[in-house]
């Protein structure tokens, strides 16, 4: 494949090397090392947040946020990839799926009904694509109900939002740091909660649900970061603002080439991306097909994330009517979006797409605008 979805970042091999030589020369690779505490100081002094917890990928960081939470009914988006709704079912989490916001793609407030609200017990929402939800109509809606909130921030490594990191609120957000993220530790994740004694419980979690004596005072299970992963943070974190840079301006100059001829995401006002993904709406799910089809025939590869939604799946909960989700993820797509590509990749793959779209729009006697 010429242009993949997404490729990983590595850093230099000499100074990954360097780390692990240093690992091997203390002969410790788990259990709150030096790697693992560094990483945590550089990570809560970068993001400004105060109460960071590292564990073993992203999955288990919401795991063990649902956990910390002692929830046991959810309201949660069908717009998510499936590790949102598959930890909350593997934890017997009774949950219910709300429509989506069709222009910000994430859960929608003005949608959650006094039934539901009175029913669950928190409000699992996702920031799509590290676009923030609208936090404040959440944050109201729960003091409400004396809901808790736990966002699922996979995507939302350095995103801000009206100047303070997005990761600030809830009662705790998880984030991803797998290999395809801006920002990872090979496999990866983190938990970010409001309140110390929070983290304190999620520590003895992570550790068989051990306190200091060993002795386990809680239903815990082994989710902790290892430091030959956190080295790998460490190597990475020397490049964060450049690849952050770069990937902003990589999806601008998308942006800037299919405007007018693809649909995009609507960002919150007082936020901007962080470059994680780029996604474009088409149409029809019909010319989405096809410009797929083509792109991929000459090496270009894409995503539709998040397709289907996972209301239509008969895994998770009962079916509910969501026409917002349902057609968003008909015709989204997401395209490649990773540190190496250049301007004049993303031009490539522009002009790719606006000759398939005249052609596919010309046969179909569909506008050429939206």
């Known amino acids: 494949m010429k242009y993949p979805i997404v490729q990983p970042f590595l850093p230099e091999l000499d100074l990954y090397q360097k780390q692990i030589t240093e690992i091997f020369a203390r002969n410790r690779l788990t259990n709150k090392g030096p790697c693992e505490a560094e990483l945590v100081d550089k990570l ?11 564990v073993a990928n992203g999955t288990m960081a919401l795991h063990i946020a649902y956990q910390v939470m002692g929830i046991t009914k959810a309201i949660t988006t069908p717009f998510t990839f499936a590790a949102t709704l598959g930890s909350l079912r593997m934890q017997n989490i009774a949950t219910r799926f709300s429509d989506i916001c069709p222009n910000t793609f994430n859960l929608d407030p003005s949608k959650l009904d006094s039934e539901g609200l009175e029913w669950a017990d928190a409000l ?33 490594f350095a995103s801000k939002y009206k100047g303070e990191s997005l990761l600030k609120y809830g009662d705790c957000a998880t984030l991803s740091l797998h290999a395809t993220k801006l920002f990872h530790t090979v496999e990866g994740g ?3 909660f409001k309140h110390r004694s929070d983290l304190e419980k999620a520590q003895k979690i992570i550790n068989f649900g ?10 815990g299970t082994n989710a902790k970061m290892s430091e030959i992963h956190a080295a790998m943070g460490l190597c990475v974190f020397n490049h964060i603002d450049d690849i952050l840079a770069h990937r902003v301006e990589l999806f601008n100059r998308y942006k800037y080439r299919l405007k007018g001829l693809l649909n995009f995401q609507h960002w919150k006002s007082n936020t901007s991306t962080n470059g994680s993904y780029f996604s474009v709406l088409f149409n029809s799910e019909h010319e989405l097909l096809y410009v797929r089809e083509h792109l991929e025939s000459i090496g270009i590869q894409t995503r539709r994330y998040f397709f289907p939604d996972l209301n239509e799946l008969k895994l998770y909960t009962e079916y509910r009517d969501l026409p917002c989700s349902k057609s968003i993820s008909r015709t989204i797509l997401c395209l490649p979006m990773y540190y190496e590509l250049r301007l004049k990749d993303i031009d490539y793959i522009c002009d790719n797409i606006i000759v398939l779209l005249n052609k596919f729009r010309e046969v179909d006697g569909a506008q050429t605008t939206l």
């Open 44 to 54: 809560k002094a970068y993001l400004g947040v105060e109460h960071i917890l590292l």
């Open 210 to 219: 051990q306190n200091e004596q060993q002795i386990p005072v809680l239903i």
């Open 124 to 156: 699992v929402p996702v920031h799509v694509f590290a676009n923030p939800c609208d936090v404040e109509a959440i944050d109201s809606i729960a003091e409400q109900y004396q809901l808790k909130v736990i966002y699922d921030a996979a995507h939302c």
């Open 190 to 192: 983190a938990v970010i």
